[in-house]
Protein backbone atom coordinates (compact mmCIF):
# COMPACT_ATOMS: atom_id res chain seq x y z
CA UNK A 1 0.00 0.00 0.00
CA UNK A 2 2.71 2.31 0.80
CA UNK A 3 4.27 1.66 -2.09
CA UNK A 4 1.44 2.65 -4.61
CA UNK A 5 0.88 5.83 -2.42
CA UNK A 6 4.44 6.61 -3.07
CA UNK A 7 3.84 5.50 -6.54
CA UNK A 8 0.88 7.79 -7.44
CA UNK A 9 2.12 10.84 -5.16
CA UNK A 10 2.40 13.42 -7.47
CA UNK A 11 -1.07 12.24 -8.77
CA UNK A 12 -2.49 12.80 -5.35
CA UNK A 13 -0.47 15.93 -4.57
CA UNK A 14 -2.00 17.46 -7.60
CA UNK A 15 -5.76 16.31 -6.66
CA UNK A 16 -5.49 17.65 -3.17
CA UNK A 17 -4.13 20.72 -4.40
CA UNK A 18 -6.50 21.26 -7.03
CA UNK A 19 -9.67 20.85 -4.20
CA UNK A 20 -7.64 22.59 -1.77
CA UNK A 21 -7.18 25.90 -4.60
CA UNK A 22 -10.87 25.39 -4.76
CA UNK A 23 -11.44 25.81 -1.42
CA UNK A 24 -9.53 28.63 -0.82
CA UNK A 25 -10.70 30.67 -3.67
CA UNK A 26 -13.96 30.00 -2.65
CA UNK A 27 -13.40 30.70 1.09
CA UNK A 28 -11.58 33.89 -0.19
CA UNK A 29 -14.79 35.23 -2.32
CA UNK A 30 -17.40 34.58 1.28
CA UNK A 31 -14.50 36.22 3.17
CA UNK A 32 -14.09 39.56 0.89
CA UNK A 33 -18.08 39.72 0.52
CA UNK A 34 -18.54 39.62 4.59
CA UNK A 35 -15.85 41.55 5.40
CA UNK A 36 -16.40 44.16 2.52
CA UNK A 37 -20.11 44.18 1.78
CA UNK A 38 -19.49 46.84 -1.09
CA UNK A 39 -18.69 50.33 -0.60
CA UNK A 40 -22.33 51.67 -0.78
CA UNK A 41 -24.40 48.45 0.83
CA UNK A 42 -23.59 49.17 4.43
CA UNK A 43 -25.13 52.71 3.91
CA UNK A 44 -27.69 51.88 1.67
CA UNK A 45 -29.13 48.87 4.13
CA UNK A 46 -30.06 51.35 6.68
CA UNK A 47 -32.56 52.79 4.64
CA UNK A 48 -33.27 49.80 2.39
CA UNK A 49 -34.55 46.29 4.08
CA UNK A 50 -33.76 44.66 0.39
CA UNK A 51 -30.03 45.40 1.48
CA UNK A 52 -28.63 42.37 3.85
CA UNK A 53 -25.29 42.76 5.30
CA UNK A 54 -22.82 40.07 6.56
CA UNK A 55 -23.19 39.52 10.15
CA UNK A 56 -19.62 41.22 10.78
CA UNK A 57 -20.58 44.62 8.39
CA UNK A 58 -21.34 46.38 11.37
CA UNK A 59 -18.44 45.54 13.29
CA UNK A 60 -16.09 46.20 10.30
CA UNK A 61 -17.64 49.47 8.90
CA UNK A 62 -18.27 51.48 12.21
CA UNK A 63 -14.59 50.03 13.69
CA UNK A 64 -13.22 53.12 15.38
CA UNK A 65 -16.07 55.70 13.90
CA UNK A 66 -17.97 57.24 16.05
CA UNK A 67 -20.65 58.10 13.15
CA UNK A 68 -23.18 55.09 13.99
CA UNK A 69 -22.35 55.32 17.55
CA UNK A 70 -23.97 58.68 18.11
CA UNK A 71 -25.25 61.64 16.78
CA UNK A 72 -23.77 63.37 19.57
CA UNK A 73 -20.02 63.59 18.17
CA UNK A 74 -16.74 66.09 17.64
CA UNK A 75 -16.12 65.24 14.17
CA UNK A 76 -12.63 63.50 13.25
CA UNK A 77 -11.16 63.54 9.50
CA UNK A 78 -11.95 59.86 9.39
CA UNK A 79 -15.40 60.66 10.27
CA UNK A 80 -16.29 62.94 7.74
CA UNK A 81 -15.08 60.89 5.44
CA UNK A 82 -17.21 58.56 6.11
CA UNK A 83 -20.05 60.86 6.31
CA UNK A 84 -19.20 62.48 2.87
CA UNK A 85 -19.47 58.95 1.64
CA UNK A 86 -22.62 57.59 3.57
CA UNK A 87 -24.41 60.81 1.43
CA UNK A 88 -22.70 59.44 -1.75
CA UNK A 89 -23.83 56.10 -1.43
CA UNK A 90 -27.28 57.51 0.13
CA UNK A 91 -28.05 59.42 -2.54
CA UNK A 92 -27.86 56.51 -5.35
CA UNK A 93 -30.83 55.90 -3.87
CA UNK A 94 -32.90 58.09 -5.77
CA UNK A 95 -35.81 56.04 -7.83
CA UNK A 96 -36.29 53.41 -5.08
CA UNK A 97 -39.12 53.63 -4.91
CA UNK A 98 -40.30 50.29 -2.13
CA UNK A 99 -41.04 50.57 1.22
CA UNK A 100 -38.10 52.01 3.52
CA UNK A 101 -37.03 50.24 6.82
CA UNK A 102 -37.91 53.62 9.20
CA UNK A 103 -41.25 54.89 10.59
CA UNK A 104 -42.40 57.93 8.70
CA UNK A 105 -43.89 59.88 12.06
CA UNK A 106 -42.24 60.11 15.81
CA UNK A 107 -43.81 59.83 18.83
CA UNK A 108 -46.78 57.27 19.88
CA UNK A 109 -49.15 56.80 17.62
CA UNK A 110 -48.74 58.39 14.75
CA UNK A 111 -46.11 55.99 12.80
CA UNK A 112 -49.28 53.56 12.15
CA UNK A 113 -51.35 56.63 10.51
CA UNK A 114 -49.00 56.75 7.83
CA UNK A 115 -47.14 54.85 5.42
CA UNK A 116 -43.31 54.12 5.66
CA UNK A 117 -41.54 56.50 3.60
CA UNK A 118 -39.49 55.03 0.25
CA UNK A 119 -36.33 54.45 0.27
CA UNK A 120 -35.23 57.64 -1.38
CA UNK A 121 -37.00 59.86 0.57
CA UNK A 122 -35.81 57.86 3.59
CA UNK A 123 -32.24 57.90 2.45
CA UNK A 124 -32.40 61.64 1.92
CA UNK A 125 -33.55 62.04 6.22
CA UNK A 126 -30.90 59.72 6.97
CA UNK A 127 -28.23 62.17 5.07
CA UNK A 128 -29.92 64.97 7.02
CA UNK A 129 -29.85 63.00 10.46
CA UNK A 130 -25.78 62.88 9.67
CA UNK A 131 -25.16 65.99 8.44
CA UNK A 132 -27.09 67.43 11.99
CA UNK A 133 -25.88 64.48 14.04
CA UNK A 134 -29.40 64.57 15.32
CA UNK A 135 -31.69 61.71 14.38
CA UNK A 136 -35.29 63.96 15.12
CA UNK A 137 -34.28 66.87 13.18
CA UNK A 138 -37.45 67.16 11.81
CA UNK A 139 -41.21 65.77 13.08
CA UNK A 140 -41.56 62.71 10.57
CA UNK A 141 -39.82 61.44 7.86
CA UNK A 142 -42.17 63.32 5.39
CA UNK A 143 -41.39 65.94 2.36
CA UNK A 144 -43.78 68.84 2.57
CA UNK A 145 -43.79 71.05 -0.30
CA UNK A 146 -45.18 74.52 -0.29
CA UNK A 147 -49.01 73.65 -0.67
CA UNK A 148 -48.45 71.12 2.48
CA UNK A 149 -48.77 68.31 -0.38
CA UNK A 150 -46.92 65.39 1.00
CA UNK A 151 -44.18 62.74 -0.44
CA UNK A 152 -45.13 64.50 -3.92
CA UNK A 153 -42.85 62.78 -6.87
CA UNK A 154 -42.00 66.47 -8.12
CA UNK A 155 -41.13 67.26 -4.53
CA UNK A 156 -38.93 64.28 -4.23
CA UNK A 157 -37.39 65.20 -7.58
CA UNK A 158 -36.56 68.97 -6.22
CA UNK A 159 -35.52 67.59 -3.15
CA UNK A 160 -32.91 65.20 -5.00
CA UNK A 161 -31.31 67.80 -6.90
CA UNK A 162 -31.31 70.33 -3.74
CA UNK A 163 -29.13 67.57 -2.18
CA UNK A 164 -26.84 66.93 -4.80
CA UNK A 165 -26.28 70.80 -5.32
CA UNK A 166 -25.60 71.05 -1.05
CA UNK A 167 -23.56 67.94 -1.42
CA UNK A 168 -21.15 69.50 -3.89
CA UNK A 169 -21.03 72.66 -2.19
CA UNK A 170 -20.13 70.52 1.09
CA UNK A 171 -17.43 68.75 -1.15
CA UNK A 172 -15.89 71.63 -1.96
CA UNK A 173 -15.89 73.53 1.54
CA UNK A 174 -15.69 70.60 3.76
CA UNK A 175 -18.29 68.76 6.28
CA UNK A 176 -17.07 71.05 9.29
CA UNK A 177 -17.36 74.54 7.29
CA UNK A 178 -20.58 73.63 5.71
CA UNK A 179 -22.07 73.18 9.21
CA UNK A 180 -20.35 76.35 10.57
CA UNK A 181 -22.22 78.11 7.85
CA UNK A 182 -25.30 76.26 8.49
CA UNK A 183 -25.41 75.45 4.69
CA UNK A 184 -29.25 73.48 4.70
CA UNK A 185 -29.71 70.63 2.30
CA UNK A 186 -33.52 71.89 1.25
CA UNK A 187 -32.24 75.56 1.11
CA UNK A 188 -34.54 77.69 -1.32
CA UNK A 189 -36.11 74.13 -2.51
CA UNK A 190 -39.48 74.81 -1.92
CA UNK A 191 -39.62 71.43 0.10
CA UNK A 192 -39.15 70.59 4.11
CA UNK A 193 -39.34 68.13 6.25
CA UNK A 194 -42.21 67.80 8.10
Not at 64 to 72: A, K, P
Not at 76 to 103: I, P, R, V
Request: one cysteine or more.
Amino acid sequence: MIKLVFKYKFAILALVALFAGIGVSQSTKNDNKSMNCGKCDYWQARVNPSIKLPKNADETDTKNSTVELSFDFDISEEDAAKLLEATECLLKLKGETSSSNLSSLFGLGHSSRLPSPTVEVAALYYISALYHKKWRHANGIILVDKDGERNKKESIETAFKSYKAWFEKVKKIGLQKAREEKLEPLADSGVEWY
